[in-house]
């Protein structure tokens, strides 16, 4: 079993900056995990991808959304999977979920393990 926690949500202004993080624990997920992934959910929205990261070889991907703004990184001695949001938006704004894929991709089906989910609200 995989367990992930997120953590780093807030209230900000447009134009700032915010970190999120998510750290993985439990026996299996070193074994598990391909990728690692963020999703994000706004009011009334379907879910939708944000950023992934291989695992083991660090290659990312991007929703055009977020592209240039948005970096998703790693610490694999900490089993941790980082999110750094500059340049923020209103619609931004969203419930932003880690996910942990034994495929990669980036579909919501693709990942199996999610966590509870850290709000993120930018004010105009």
């Known amino acids: 079993q995989v367990r992930l926690v997120e953590s780093g949500g807030g209230l900000v202004q447009a134009g700032d900056s915010l970190r999120l993080s998510c750290t993985a624990s439990g026996r299996t997920f070193s074994s598990y995990v391909y990728a690692m992934g963020w999703f994000r959910q706004a009011p009334g929205k379907e879910r939708r991808f944000v950023a992934a990261i291989t695992w083991s070889g660090g290659i990312t991907a991007y929703a055009n959304s977020v592209k240039g703004r948005f970096t998703i990184s790693k610490e694999n001695a900490k089993n941790t999977v980082y999110l750094q949001m500059n340049s923020l938006k209103p619609e931004d704004t969203a419930v932003y979920y880690c996910?942990?894929?034994?495929?990669?991709?980036?579909?919501?089906?693709?990942?199996?393990?999610w966590g509870q989910g850290t709000q993120v609200t930018v004010s105009s």
């Open positions: 996910a942990a894929s034994h495929s990669g991709g980036t579909l919501e089906a693709d990942y199996d393990y």
